[in-house]
T-cell receptor
Framework: DAGVTQSPTHLIKTRGQQVTLRCSPK?????VSWYQQALGQGPQFIFQ???????QRGNFPDRFSGHQFPNYSSELNVNALLLGDSALYLC??????????????FGDGTRLSIL | DAKTTQPTSMDCAEGRAANLPCNHS???????VYWYRQIHSQGPQYIIH???NNETNEMASLIITEDRKSSTLILPHATLRDTAVYYC????????????FGTGTSLTVIP
């Protein structure tokens, strides 16, 4: 039973470019959340997708957008990349959007470096 | 936005119990306490969670005080592989049960 998988594992971009990161949730999970983790910091919540809609959003600009597909997989898109966007991007999946008694399971992330 | 307070770092001797404290004085009645750990270059790994009662699984035990304002994660027999950053998280109901990570406790298990 595969856990949460993310691709690619590493990515290098330059300022101003656009990037798309991908996530496949754990089997049976229908909710996907995205986090940004800067070096030495804890993960920061970006947004959550459930039933192909953005349900919750953290304090991130509109340059960060996402999508969820009918098979529950998800993409994170970042436009007009800034040096400060360099981070580990984590995807987490869970069952059902709002139940507090459901743990989220994380992938190992995509390491994005902006030059 | 983090709703918890943890010590920045701790050491523990290999084979001894590691007790990691967490304060969450603003927790509401139906908000869960979660513990995750993160080993360098990996995603956070779920350990355990609880609401009011103490919980135990194959990885750890979670002790929650009666007033629910603090909790302790116990790793009964720490090994070198338990060296990691441990995050205590309160899942905030008013924000759709999102996870708000702090900076966690860096646990070093010493041989």
């Amino acid at each position: 039973d595969a856990g949460v998988t993310q691709s690619p594992t590493h990515l290098i971009k330059t300022r101003g470019q656009q990037v798309t990161l991908r996530c496949s949730p754990k089997s049976g999970h229908d909710t996907v959340s995205w986090y940004q983790q800067a070096l030495g910091q804890g993960p920061q919540f970006i947004f959550q997708y459930y039933e192909e809609e953005e349900r919750q959003r953290g304090n991130f600009p509109d340059r960060f957008s996402g999508h969820q597909f009918p098979n529950y997989s998800s993409e994170l898109n970042v436009n007009a990349l800034l040096l400060g966007d360099s981070a580990l991007y984590l995807c987490a999946s869970s069952l059902t959007a709002s139940w507090g008694n459901q743990p989220q399971h994380f992938g190992d992330g995509t390491r994005l470096s902006i030059l | 936005d983090a709703k918890t307070t943890q010590p920045t770092s701790m050491d523990c001797a290999e084979g001894r119990a590691a007790n990691l404290p967490c304060n969450h004085s603003t927790i509401s009645g139906n908000e869960y306490v979660y513990w995750y750990r993160q080993i360098h270059s990996q995603g956070p790994q779920y350990i355990i969670h609880g609401l009011k009662n103490n919980e135990t699984n194959e990885m750890a035990s979670l002790i929650i005080t009666e007033d629910r304002k603090s909790s302790t994660l116990i790793l009964p027999h720490a090994t070198l592989r338990d060296t990691a950053v441990y995050y205590c998280i309160v899942r905030v109901e008013s924000t759709g049960n999102q996870f708000y990570f702090g900076t966690g406790t860096s646990l070093t298990v010493i041989p």
